[in-house]
């Protein structure tokens, strides 16, 4: 599945989530669905029918994810890179759209953020304060992910992060 969708799905809660994913993406039938989530039939299908309306509805609050072609995709993370690695913040913001938004979630491992950071100047600030915080301890590099090219972070030698634009 894309990052974009599955961010999507993050709006959902994991009872509606397994219940959309159950019935769109693995052809279940509505009883299945019941069974699986514990709850009778028509719950069910009131469950998909919402989890439905609350995707179109996300979706349609965010912009259209735009396909940058892949080569394109790279060149621009390489100087991300190369801005992020020397501690070039306009560089760094340069890069970013003002209409960007970064969110993160370290699966309960790590700090998670609340709510996503919007806007080329907060998305700036930090991967600005990880360059003052780790400095040469800070490794990137890219990886090809679901397709697309992804940023990998590693601090002192460990992948701390995977990010996917």
């Given at each position: 599945?894309?990052?974009?969708?599955?961010?999507?799905?993050?709006?959902l809660t994991p009872e509606a989530r397994a219940a959309f994913l159950l019935r769109?993406?693995?052809?279940?039938?509505?009883?299945?669905?019941?069974?699986?989530?514990?709850?009778?039939?028509?719950?069910?299908?009131?469950?998909?029918?919402?989890?439905?309306?609350?995707?179109?509805?996300?979706?349609?609050?965010?912009?259209?994810?735009?396909?940058?072609?892949?080569?394109e995709q790279y060149a621009l993370l390489r100087r991300l890179i190369k801005a992020?690695?020397?501690?070039?913040?306009?560089?760094?913001?340069?890069l970013l759209d003002e209409e960007a938004a970064l969110m993160g979630d370290f699966?309960?491992?790590?700090?998670?953020?609340?709510?996503?950071?919007?806007?080329?100047?907060?998305?700036?600030?930090?991967?600005?304060?990880?360059?003052?915080?780790?400095?040469?301890?800070?490794?990137?590099?890219?990886?090809?992910?679901?397709?697309?090219?992804?940023?990998?972070?590693?601090?002192?030698?460990?992948?701390?992060?995977?990010?996917?634009?």
């Open positions: 599945m894309s990052i974009a969708f599955l961010v999507l799905l993050d709006c769109e993406v693995f052809e279940a039938d509505y009883e299945q669905i019941a069974v699986a989530i514990g709850k009778n039939e028509a719950s069910a299908r009131q469950i998909v029918h919402r989890a439905k309306q609350r995707l179109v509805k996300a979706r349609g609050a965010n912009r259209q994810h735009v396909r940058t072609p892949p080569q992020i690695t020397r501690g070039d913040f306009d560089g760094i913001r340069a699966g309960g491992v790590g700090p998670s953020l609340r709510s996503a950071l919007s806007g080329a100047r907060r998305i700036a600030q930090l991967y600005y304060a990880h360059y003052l915080r780790h400095g040469d301890s800070m490794r990137l590099e890219l990886a090809l992910l679901n397709g697309e090219w992804a940023l990998l972070r590693y601090l002192h030698e460990e992948l701390e992060s995977v990010q996917a634009f």
